[in-house]
């Protein structure tokens, strides 16, 4: 039997060459697909250059904040001090220097060192102008100097006893407004800011004797508020916040994190467990200043705890961050591929050893990632504390969690709303402090969320 072979038209076209329509056709395809893929890339383009601007330009206001704050912080990192000729007359002291060492000491104590730093004062500045100084001319003269200036003067003297009726070199801080005009761009001799004439002149002469001298400003970091801004420091507000975080952070990591494993590894799915994610998605987004009030109302006056320490300032803080932290660290916990728990029930662990051997483990990266920003949001927090009194005026150094003391922020808002000059600058150098703590706290955080990912 012979194959026959099929020589009609349709078995011509179908294996001679493209036609020219298809052909065109085909051609006409192609050049879609190419304009499309263009289209695609040109957007693709330019939704990089957008977020490649917004980065960048979300940088340059950071960079701009920043550079304002510091610009404006450097003038309370340094302070002028002068060197004044002082001379202990026991006679302007009230003392008797005839008394023996212990009477004297005592007397030494309680001596008048007022009138030896204005009478030190009006005498060296009459012998340099050789003219009387009016009463007037006093009292502007002494307003040049801190208030803290005779308590300088007065522990010089206690600390050698043996300068008594002799005339030695003091020196002492100037007066806050004198300290800001010095730092501004006047003339010498000119008058500027709350400064006069005459005052502005007594400043040159000084000046030209070279007896004012500008210091690294080391009482900003080792003394508490004052109402003088030029003795005011951020000692006693940084130790306020560095005890209210440490209850912070003792209180909610440990009851986040099981508050968490216990919703999602152990707890039943039911209405009550529904229940409580809802108050717990609710309580996140409960303005702060709410939480202050339940501190007020429950943790002072229902238990009685003091006013403005720092147990209260970090139970209220812990109420408001365990929501983040709960919420972080489900998240974290539901990462945890669920290969790992059957591998780990398989091979015969309880429920708890998986949850704390296997789980917890592998999601701690996240959960630390969650207390970072629960620390960080109580970190700057002033609403809550401003109700359970942490706003108070506190000179003292806290030592305890149960003394009273303030909070960084709260001193910042403290010093913003002060009308004196100085505390502009302070207020500034107390953010940037602020900030390096918080740097800090995501650094050290980072280190050991890293330390977790290797293990």
């Known amino acids: 039997m012979t194959n026959s072979i099929d020589n009609s038209p349709a078995s011509s076209r179908n294996n001679s060459p493209m036609s020219h329509t298809e052909a065109s056709t085909a051609s006409s395809t192609t050049e879609k697909v190419a304009l499309s893929l263009k289209k695609r890339h040109q957007k693709e383009k330019r939704f990089k250059s957008i977020g490649l601007f917004a980065v960048l330009f979300g940088f340059m206001l950071v960079v701009i904040l920043i550079g304002d704050i510091t610009s404006k912080a450097l003038p309370a990192f340094h302070q002028h001090w002068v060197k004044l000729d002082v001379n202990y007359q026991s006679d302007w002291l009230s003392v008797d220097d005839s008394s023996t060492q212990q009477v004297l000491a005592k007397q030494l104590k309680s001596a008048n060192y007022r009138k030896v730093l204005k009478n030190s004062v009006y005498q060296m500045f009459s012998t340099s102008t050789g003219k009387k100084l009016s009463r007037k001319e006093k009292r502007q003269l002494f307003k040049l100097f801190s208030t803290n200036a005779e308590f300088t003067i007065k522990d010089a003297l206690i600390a050698a006893p043996n300068q008594l009726n002799k005339q030695v070199t003091v020196w002492v801080r100037l007066d806050d407004d004198v300290d800001s005009y010095l730092k501004e761009d006047f003339a010498v001799g000119e008058a500027g800011l709350r400064i006069t004439k005459q005052q502005a002149m007594w400043l040159a002469q000084l000046a030209t004797e070279a007896r004012i001298e500008?210091?690294?400003?080391?009482?900003?970091?080792?003394?508490?508020?004052?109402?003088?801004?030029?003795?005011?420091?951020?000692?006693?507000?940084?130790?306020?916040?560095?005890?209210?975080?440490?209850?912070?952070?003792?209180?909610?990591?440990?009851?986040?994190?099981?508050?968490?494993?216990?919703?999602?590894?152990?707890?039943?799915?039911?209405?009550?467990?529904?229940?409580?994610?809802?108050?717990?998605?609710?309580?996140?987004?409960?303005?702060?200043?709410?939480?202050?009030?339940?501190?007020?109302?429950?943790?002072?006056?229902?238990?009685?705890?003091?006013?403005?320490?720092?147990?209260?300032?970090?139970?209220?803080?812990?109420?408001?961050?365990?929501?983040?932290?709960?919420?972080?660290?489900?998240?974290?916990?539901?990462?945890?591929?669920?290969?790992?728990?059957?591998?780990?029930?398989?091979?015969?662990?309880?429920?708890?050893?998986?949850?704390?051997?296997?789980?917890?483990?592998?999601?701690?990266?996240?959960?630390?990632?969650?207390?970072?920003?629960?620390?960080?949001?109580?970190?700057?927090?002033?609403?809550?504390?401003?109700?359970?009194?942490?706003?108070?005026?506190?000179?003292?150094?806290?030592?305890?969690?149960?003394?009273?003391?303030?909070?960084?922020?709260?001193?910042?808002?403290?010093?913003?709303?002060?009308?004196?000059?100085?505390?502009?600058?302070k207020t500034s150098a107390a953010i940037l402090v602020l900030l390096t703590l918080l740097l800090v706290i995501n650094v050290t955080a980072t280190v050991l969320r890293s330390k977790f990912e290797k293990k």
């Open 214 to 425: 500008s210091r690294f400003n080391v009482s900003f970091f080792t003394a508490s508020d004052s109402r003088e801004p030029e003795l005011a420091g951020i000692k006693g507000a940084l130790m306020g916040t560095l005890l209210t975080m440490f209850v912070t952070l003792l209180l909610s990591f440990p009851l986040g994190v099981a508050g968490a494993l216990y919703l999602e590894e152990f707890a039943p799915k039911n209405r009550i467990t529904d229940l409580i994610e809802i108050n717990i998605n609710n309580l996140a987004a409960v303005p702060s200043i709410v939480f202050g009030l339940l501190g007020l109302a429950v943790i002072i006056n229902l238990f009685g705890l003091p006013r403005s320490a720092p147990l209260v300032g970090g139970i209220v803080l812990t109420l408001m961050t365990l929501p983040t932290i709960i919420i972080a660290s489900r998240a974290a916990i539901k990462a945890v591929p669920p290969s790992l728990r059957e591998a780990a029930l398989g091979l015969g662990a309880s429920k708890m050893q998986v949850t704390f051997s296997h789980v917890l483990p592998q999601a701690m990266p996240g959960i630390i990632t969650g207390a970072i920003i629960g620390i960080a949001q109580a970190l700057g927090e002033t609403a809550p504390l401003l109700m359970i009194g942490m706003v108070a005026f506190i000179v003292d150094v806290p030592t305890s969690i149960v003394d009273s003391s303030t909070v960084l922020p709260v001193q910042i808002f403290l010093w913003a709303d002060s009308p004196e000059r100085a505390f502009l600058a």
